[in-house]
């Protein structure tokens, strides 16, 4: 008989446990490889607004024209003028942001990680992130929080240095379907691993990477399908289901 899963699929899953095991909160993070371009890349843990050649200035004040433009030509649509809220709602629209996007859920990561992944023979990337750990390191505190007011997003956009974790406010479909957490960036081009590895020796333990190699192809298929993860439900929308129809389709025609 056929074992359901291939031993080294069954290592990944142990890898796993044993990080959650270890920590009281696990993230994770797993994004395509695959560029705009559709060039196969190595993306590091840098959020999309730091992904450019600008300076610090010249970055706040993208981001801060880009806040107060979304605040008020789509006020009609979002409804807030917290600034927090609006970064949220930013970061899910592909607004760049000095978010970096995390889920509570390594199906829902794999669910990114494997995008446009059908014809190629790349290793997918996965992060587990001990977010509690990392503000002990970086920041001193190991409280996960819930940033709220104007006042506090702009004292941290213009004057703290390191990146954080931090627990959203779940102000959208997607973000709840998604399970998602965030990390913000401070003022550093390092991406997130380098800044640990200039704080601890021990980044290892707070900062993990599983490789996904492509002989799992169809176990990471299969462990997608048997946790009920698809378009719809990790973006339960008309844009979700319409993709779900769409590919329903194309697959029946090849049939």
Known sequence: MMPLFENNFKA????????????????????????????????????????????????????????????????????????????????????PTRLLDWTSSFAVALYFARLNWENSDSTLHIWMLA?????????????????STEKEYDVFADKVKNSRAIAPIYNSSRLIAQQGQFTLQGNTYYDLKEELDQKTEYSDTILQKIEVPSELRHDVYAYLHMNGINDFAVFPDLDGLSQVIKKRIIKKSLE
């Open 12 to 95: 990944i899953l142990s890898q796993i446990k044993q990080f959650m095991m270890r920590n009281n909160q696990v993230w994770f993070r797993g994004h395509s490889n695959f560029g705009l371009d559709g060039e196969l890349k190595e993306y590091k843990l840098t959020s999309s607004i730091f992904r450019t050649d600008a300076d610090i200035d010249q970055i706040k004040k993208y981001e801060s024209n880009s806040i107060y433009e979304f605040m008020t030509k789509g006020y009609s649509l979002h409804q807030t003028q917290n600034k927090w809220e609006l970064l949220y709602i930013m970061q899910h629209h592909g607004v």
């Open 131 to 147: 977010p509690e750990k990392l503000n002990e390191i970086l920041i001193g505190t190991k409280n996960v929080s819930i940033p």
